[in-house]
């Protein structure tokens, strides 16, 4: 269609990323800031920005808002193939954990 063919391509895979630049991405997918990120992976704020200044360098993107963008593109297509995204898969597997019982109980 003509819409199809007007979208922009999508953006280069993950595939040279770090496991832990994928996990920093998922959750700048779920929108949390780096002092978010940082609390969650018990690292410092300035280490979560250089997995972000890393990931930018690395797929060629020039701010964070086009990081989000990509990367919930990237974990909507995983979700809807099943297909692989980069290291270990969606980008929310590593910082998901162990799933949820029903229930809420762990």
Avoid: C, Y
């Avoid at 300035?46 to 808002?65: E, I």
């Avoid at 995983?78 to 597997?93: I, K, S, V, Y």
Wanted: net charge neutral; aromatic share 2%.
């Amino acid at each position: 269609t003509m819409a199809a063919a007007a979208r922009p391509p999508p953006p280069p895979a993950p595939d040279d990323l770090t496991p832990r630049e994928v996990e920093v991405l998922g959750l700048i997918a779920e929108g949390l800031s780096n002092g978010d990120i940082a609390r969650r992976l018990f690292v410092s704020r300035h280490t979560v920005q250089t997995h972000v200044s890393h990931a930018l360098d690395k797929l060629g993107l020039t701010s964070r808002v086009a990081l989000a963008v990509a990367a919930a593109q990237w974990q909507r297509d995983a979700a809807g193939t099943g297909g692989e995204t980069g290291p270990g898969g969606g980008f929310n597997d590593a910082a998901a954990g162990p799933p949820a019982q029903p229930g809420g109980r762990t």
